[in-house]
Nanobody
Framework: GQLVESGGGSVQPGDSLRLSCVAAGFPFSGAAFSWYRQAPGKEREHVATIYSTATLTEYSDSAKGRFTISRDNRKSTVYLQLTDLQPEDTGVYYC???????WGQGTQVTVSS
């Protein structure tokens, strides 16, 4: 399977971005996905998870209330809506298929004034 992220960029504090993760090579609708991020010099950390039942989601404490994970099974795509971005949200955001060693290449998010 393959995951390809996009949608990152350089923004100012308070701005929003929508990240996309397009999946290919495996049945999408039954799979669960997570977004992780890795800041410079830090370990990769979990941000959000969405299960095959799209209403079942999980968020890290730092993501709750600001980020929203969603999926479109018709497009084989997982999204991560980022709002009220802050400098500490800077990092490379990765898409991951749960229970498989399948990761995307990452998309860079940089938040600075």
């Amino acid at each position: 399977g393959q995951l390809v992220e996009s949608g990152g960029g350089s923004v100012q504090p308070g701005d929003s971005l929508r990240l996309s993760c397009v999946a290919a090579g495996f049945p999408f609708s039954g799979a669960a996905f997570s977004w992780y991020r890795q800041a410079p010099g830090k370990e990769r950390e979990h941000v959000a998870t969405i299960y095959s039942t799209a209403t079942l989601t999980e968020y890290s404490d730092s993501a709750k209330g600001r980020f929203t994970i969603s999926r479109d099974n018709r497009k084989s795509t997982v999204y991560l809506q980022l709002t009220d971005l802050q400098p500490e949200d800077t990092g490379v955001y990765y898409c991951h298929r749960l229970n498989y060693d399948t990761w995307g290449q990452g998309t860079q998010v940089t938040v600075s004034s």
